[in-house]
């Protein structure tokens, strides 16, 4: 497996389209985040899905934004009418956990970096 | 608030001796720590993680020391070595007494240059 994919990996669009990403997790886990970083900043949570269900959603995520894992595997985050204010890095992230996983860490796609005009 | 503090954002090491990075939290409920490294363009890869019944966990070159009571952690790496030259993020997370996304609140980062 290669490991997380994200596409685009550059988008650059003007103020009020919409835009889409996607993600492909490791092939084998089952949990899927999204994060958004900004310039200085570490990567901020957004949202975060267990198989196809999202489970849990940041206060960052305003109600432009939608993420959806239709069939648990890949994923897709839209932002609907962007704003200056949504240029970020947008990181997804994918890991495995069942009861006999010993482990926790998330394993992150290389990005995709968005420029609102 | 920022609750995963990285207080230096940059930090200058000659190749071949310890580099050691900071990283202070103020959330009692974490209770596992991970450090990653980013390059540029890249995203976060991850490096070694800390459970809070440890206080010190090594992994080759790196080893992560954990202080719970002055809410603490370090990553020590011996021997520096240019290629570790990147920007190196804390992160944290509550598993034990979470919700259960084990979702990871991380600090500002630090840059890290290893000098040859």
């Known amino acids: 497996d290669t490991g997380v994919s994200q596409n685009p990996r550059h988008k650059i669009t003007k103020r009020g389209q919409n835009v889409t990403f996607r993600c492909d997790p490791i092939?084998?886990?089952?949990?899927l985040y999204w994060y958004r970083q900004t310039l200085g900043q570490g990567p901020e949570f957004l949202t975060y899905?267990?198989?196809?269900?999202?489970?849990?959603k940041s206060r960052l995520l305003s109600d432009r934004f939608s993420a959806e894992r239709p069939k648990g595997s890949f994923s897709t985050l839209e932002i609907q009418r962007t704003e200056q204010g949504d240029s970020a890095m947008y990181l997804c992230?994918?890991?495995?956990?069942?009861?006999?996983?010993?482990?926790?860490?998330?394993?992150f796609g290389p990005g995709t970096r968005l420029t609102v005009t | 608030d920022q609750q995963v503090k990285q207080n230096s954002p940059s930090l200058s090491v000659q190749e071949g001796r310890i580099s050691i990075l900071n990283c202070d939290y103020t959330?009692?409920?974490?209770?596992?720590f991970l450090w990653y490294k980013k390059y540029p363009a890249e995203g976060p890869t991850f490096l070694i993680s800390?459970?809070?019944?440890?206080d010190k966990n090594e992994d080759g070159r790196f080893t992560v020391f954990l202080n719970k009571s002055a809410k603490h952690l370090s990553l020590h790496i011996v021997p520096s070595q240019p290629g570790d030259s990147a920007v190196y993020f804390c992160?944290?997370?509550?598993?034990?007494?979470?919700?259960?996304?084990?979702?990871?609140?991380f600090g500002k980062g630090t840059k890290l240059s290893v000098i040859p």
């Open positions: 992230a994918s890991s495995f956990r069942d009861s006999y996983s010993p482990s926790y860490e998330q394993y």
């Open positions: 092939s084998e886990h089952n949990r």
């Open positions: 959330n009692s409920m974490f209770d596992y």
């Open positions: 899905f267990q198989n196809e269900a999202q489970l849990e």
């Open positions: 992160a944290a997370s509550q598993i034990y007494s979470g919700a259960g996304s084990y979702q990871l609140t």
């Open positions: 800390i459970s809070s019944i440890k």
